[in-house]
């Protein structure tokens, strides 16, 4: 479980879209980062005002994002 803190929304940073610790770092860029292949510790390398902490929160958000009851596929 993470610190609610750690994601803020704010329609002043990044026209609203979920961010790190109110900083312009959104969730979806820290996403893309991780699935190109970045792992966290390039990104922390690359990102000195970032925390462990804070990837771990993105990951975090994420998986509550997709906490569905059932997902009906259209047929094609």
């Excluded at 770092?25 to 970045?38: D, I, K, R, T």
């Excluded at 804070?54 to 997902?71: E, G, S």
């Amino acid at each position: 479980m993470t610190q609610p803190s750690r994601i803020t929304i704010d329609p002043a940073v990044c026209h609203g879209k979920p961010c790190i610790r109110g900083l312009r770092y959104p969730v979806e860029n820290v996403l893309q980062w991780l699935a190109s292949g970045m792992s966290i510790e390039e990104i922390l390398g690359d990102y000195a005002d970032l925390e462990r902490e804070d990837i771990l929160a993105v990951l975090d958000f994420a998986a509550r994002l997709t906490h569905t009851k059932r997902i009906d596929l259209l047929a094609a």
